[in-house]
C-alpha cells in the first residue's frame, strides 16, 4: 500500500527518507560504476514496465481487482540495486502525477516497496537458492510473496510508530489482505520467468547490479 | 487510444503556469512539510484551503475535474479509516490526518496540473547525478504511454480472437511487454546513437 501524506508524523518521515536517499546515493554509484551505457534504453524502459505493471489493475475472484508490483521481478532481471532506483522514481512520479503515494512519504513507500522488494528480496532469494537450488520456482513464489507481505507489516508498523493505528490490532487484517496480493505476485513472477525462460533467455543473463 | 495527458493545463496562460517549475517544486516541499507540523486546530488549516481555491482559478483549472482527481486518494484513506477503528484511535486525530492528506495531494495535484514535465525532469538534469535521474524519467514518462497503448493493443486483439483474458493471460501479455521493451531498447540505442547520443559514462 502506498502511504500518502498526512499520515505519518516527522520522525517517521525524516528517519524513512534518510534511509532511502542514502540508498538512492548508493545505487546510482554502483549504477554509475558498473552499468554498460548501451544498457540505459533498458533501465529506462524497464522502469516504464514497472509503472505499466502498477497501473494494471488484474481481475481476482469475487469482483475485486488486484495491481502487482514487480519490483522483485525487475530485481531478478536487472538487479537489486537497478530495481530500487528504478522503483524510487516510480513510486516519486506515481506521487507526482497521479497521486498515488505521497512526496514526503516516498521515504517509507521506497522502504516498504523498493527496498524490500528489489534489494532485501534479492538477496534472501540468492541466499535460499544457495541452500536449496533444486526448488527455484517455489524460492520465486516464495520470496515474491514475502515482498509483499514484508511491505505491509512494514506499512503498518510505520504509521502504529506515527500513532494512527495500534500494530497489534492492525497487523492481522493487513497480512491478510495482502497475503492474497502476494500470492497472485508469486504465481506472476514464476510464470513470467517461466515465459521468459521459453521466450526469450538473454533477458535472465543481463548483468546484475 | 486516446491518452489524458497529465500536464494538458500546463499549457494554458494562468498563474502557476508562468513560474518556473523549480521554484514551485520547492515551495510544493515547503507547504508538505508545513502541513506535517501543522498543530491540531481548523483555524490553521483554512488559509491553505482558500488559497488551494484560489490558486486553481488562476490558473485556470476546472474546479469539477480538479476535485474528480483528489477523488483518486480515498481508498487509501478508507484502508487507513477502517484500521484506525479498528484500532480504537481518537476519530479527531484521523479527521486532521485526512485533511493534512487531502491538502497535500491537492497541492501535488496543482503542481503537476500546471508543469511541463519536460521541464521537471530538467530541474535534475544538471545536478549531481542527475544525467542518470532525468533519462531514466524521460524514458519513464514518455514510454510508459507507449507501452501502455501496446498493452491495450494486445488485450484487444486477444479480445478480438475470443480470448477473454484471465489470469494467466495477463501475465503472458505482460511477459510479452516485457520481451517487445527489450527489444525496443536495443532500436532505441541504435535511434540515439545514429542522432549523435555519445556511450560514454
Request: hydrophobic share 55%; proline share 3%; net charge positive.
Amino acid at each position: 500500500m502506498h502511504i500518502p501524506d498526512g499520515f505519518l508524523d516527522f520522525k517517521v518521515v525524516s528517519g524513512t527518507n534518510l534511509f532511502s536517499f542514502l540508498t538512492l546515493i548508493y545505487s546510482i554509484k554502483r549504477i554509475l560504476k558498473k552499468l554498460k551505457p548501451e544498457r540505459v534504453p533498458l533501465l529506462g524502459i524497464s522502469s516504464a514496465f514497472i509503472f505499466l505493471i502498477e497501473a494494471i489493475s488484474f481481475p481476482v475472484p469475487y469482483g475485486t481487482s488486484v495491481h502487482l508490483s514487480g519490483i522483485f521481478l525487475i530485481s531478478l532481471i536487472l538487479g537489486p540495486f537497478s530495481s530500487f532506483f528504478l522503483s524510487f522514481f516510480v513510486l516519486f512520479l506515481s506521487s507526482i502525477i497521479l497521486g498515488h503515494g505521497g512526496i514526503l512519504t516516498i521515504g517509507a513507500n521506497s522502504f516498504n516497496i523498493s527496498f524490500i522488494g528489489g534489494i532485501f528480496c534479492f538477496y534472501f532469494y540468492k541466499f535460499l537458492e544457495k541452500i536449496l537450488p533444486k526448488i527455484k520456482y517455489l524460492l520465486i513464489f516464495f520470496v515474491s510473496f514475502l515482498s509483499v507481505l514484508l511491505g505491509s507489516i512494514f506499512c503498518t508498523l510505520f504509521l502504529s510508530i506515527s500513532g494512527k493505528i495500534l500494530f497489534s490490532k492492525a497487523i492481522l487484517p493487513m497480512t491478510i489482505s495482502h497475503a492474497v496480493a502476494g500470492i497472485i505476485e508469486g504465481i506472476f513472477t514464476i510464470l513470467i520467468i517461466k515465459f521468459f525462460e521459453r521466450v526469450k533467455p538473454e533477458i535472465l543473463k543481463i548483468e546484475k547490479i | 487510444m486516446k491518452h489524458h495527458f497529465i500536464d494538458r493545463f500546463s499549457y494554458e496562460k494562468g498563474f502557476l503556469q508562468n513560474l518556473s517549475s523549480s521554484f514551485k517544486f520547492l515551495i510544493l516541499i515547503l507547504f508538505l512539510f508545513l502541513f506535517l507540523l501543522l498543530p491540531k486546530k481548523i483555524l490553521f488549516y483554512l488559509p491553505f484551503i482558500f488559497i488551494i481555491l484560489i490558486l486553481t482559478f488562476i490558473s485556470k483549472i476546472p474546479l469539477k475535474y480538479f476535485l474528480k482527481r483528489i477523488l483518486i486518494i480515498f481508498p487509501f484513506l478508507l484502508i487507513i479509516f477502517l484500521l484506525s477503528i479498528l484500532s480504537n484511535k481518537n476519530f479527531q486525530n484521523f479527521l486532521y490526518s485526512l485533511l493534512k492528506s487531502i491538502l497535500s495531494i491537492s497541492y501535488i495535484l496543482l503542481f503537476s496540473f500546471t508543469t511541463k514535465m519536460d521541464d521537471f525532469f530538467k530541474i535534475f538534469e544538471n545536478k549531481k547525478y542527475g544525467k542518470i535521474i532525468f533519462l531514466i524519467f524521460s524514458f519513464l514518462y514518455r514510454y510508459f504511454f507507449i507501452l501502455y497503448d501496446e498493452f491495450e493493443r494486445i488485450k484487444r486483439a486477444m479480445i478480438s480472437k475470443g480470448k477473454n483474458p484471465n489470469f494467466k493471460e495477463y501475465t503472458i501479455l505482460s511477459g510479452n511487454i516485457f520481451v517487445k521493451s527489450y527489444e525496443r531498447s536495443e532500436r532505441i540505442l541504435k535511434a540515439m546513437i545514429s542522432k549523435g547520443w555519445k556511450i560514454e559514462k
